[in-house]
């Protein structure tokens, strides 16, 4: 690629029921400021109200509390469900957390991924991507703020609305749409010209689409007159990495099984393998490419898969989880930032080149280096001896 790949985390988050959920948040909380002092770019988080897994309500909140904690990390919605929300009231939350986290806010956005959330506040399913696109339109045209904003619609209104707070960052924060497998995602993308995150780039149906949603979103471009950059171009999959393939397998016991049921008996997402051990359940993941659980060659390989089938990409994010144990998960990210973020990130080939200059000409370096500690001693030894030959007064 011909630009730095950035890295960071999409954080749902994913917690089994039964365990103490202000602690599972904290864990969440003490992840971001790892990840923050390791150098990952940003982190988004999700929002979501019922089925008991993915525990974040409010992702602005989230993000404020996070931002008081870390320095450099990008903070995002991941992603903040439009058809839940007024425009204006979300656009003037998010301009709020532009300001308080000085420009390092982003707002994700995407229909609502959960039915039973939909479900419980009267939304009908079939209508959340057109809701979605209403809503994002108002949206950008508040942060635009170059005149009042009238719309309306069946389920919001807006009647000479503006923005009393203008954002941080100029013209605006960073907006991007989600993805999975349908065009709706990149067709609003490439519409309004925004970034977009495809959160299930590695599963098999969003893999297979990567490129062509690429081209509806320029195509799309094109016909609205916006254009599309591939650097704001998010893509997400889950990993976990360690010293040994065996080590990282055998890590993924403490919590593999418990993810792989939600997706299958709760979230409507066809994520999970039709498969009862958890060796079985390695195997029909990473199989298939939807997960790496291994070493760092395997990540730098998936990595690179993606890169091919994409076209090129800005940001990849590990779609986080809790298959290990908080010790073994830290480890992971870890050994990621140290051994495979620097390959896309042309850090080292500079250090690589300069060692081996280094050794190439260590023998003229050594030589001159000696022949200075000899004729450093020769000087001293000199002027000893000539202290010494000279009368005293």
């Known amino acids: 690629m011909d630009r730095p790949l950035r890295f960071g985390i999409f954080m749902a988050p994913f917690h ?3 365990q103490n959920p202000t602690l599972a948040l904290e864990r969440d909380l003490e992840l971001v400021v790892r990840l923050d002092q390791l150098g990952y770019d940003e982190a988004w988080f999700g929002e979501h109200h019922s089925a008991g897994f993915e525990i974040i309500a409010s992702p602005e909140v989230f993000i404020a509390t996070a931002a008081e904690r870390t320095k450099h990390l990008r903070l995002g919605t991941g992603v903040s469900s439009l058809p839940y929300h007024h425009p204006l009231i979300l656009a003037d939350r998010m301009v709020l957390l532009d300001h308080l986290t000085r420009g390092r806010s982003m707002l994700g956005v995407g229909p609502g991924a959960l039915p039973s959330d939909a479900y419980m506040m009267g939304i009908d399913p079939g209508q959340q991507r057109a809701m979605m696109e209403e809503s994002l339109e108002a949206i950008l ?17 807006l009647r000479d609305a503006r923005l009393q707070l203008r954002p941080y960052s100029h013209p605006r924060f960073e907006v991007s749409v989600a993805a999975q497998v349908s065009p709706a995602g990149p067709r609003a993308a490439g519409r309004f010209g925004l ?51 065996e080590q990282a397998r055998k890590d993924v016991e403490y919590g593999l099984p418990q993810w792989l049921d939600y997706f299958r008996n709760v979230a409507a997402l066809p994520l999970a393998p039709d498969a009862d051990d958890t060796v079985s359940m390695v195997d029909a993941i990473t199989g298939t490419g939807l997960a790496i659980i291994g070493t760092p ?97």
């Open 297 to 393: 060659d395997m990540a730098v390989a998936q990595i690179q898969r993606l890169v091919d089938q994409s076209g090129g990409f800005g940001t990849y994010l590990f779609m986080a989880h809790e298959w290990a144990d908080r010790e073994a998960t830290l480890r992971s990210y870890e050994l990621f930032a140290r051994e495979v973020m620097p390959l896309f990130q042309g850090s080292t080939p500079s250090l690589v080149t300069s060692r081996d200059w280094a050794a190439a000409n260590r023998p003229e370096f050594i030589g001159s280096a000696a022949s200075a500690v000899m004729q450093a001693v020769a000087d001293h030894h000199a002027e000893k001896a000539a202290k010494e030959s000279t009368p005293s007064t």
């Open 195 to 245: 970034g977009l995150l495809s959160l299930g780039a590695t599963s098999t149906g969003g893999f297979d689409v990567l490129g062509l949603h690429w081209d509806v979103m320029e195509e799309r471009a094109e016909e609205f007159g916006t254009t599309v950059d591939r650097a704001q171009w998010r893509l997400v999959g889950p990993m976990h990495i360690a010293e040994t393939e």
């Open 141 to 157: 045209a508040l942060l635009d703020g170059s005149e009042p904003v009238t719309r309306e619609t069946d389920w919001f209104t």
């Open 16 to 18: 089994p029921v039964g």
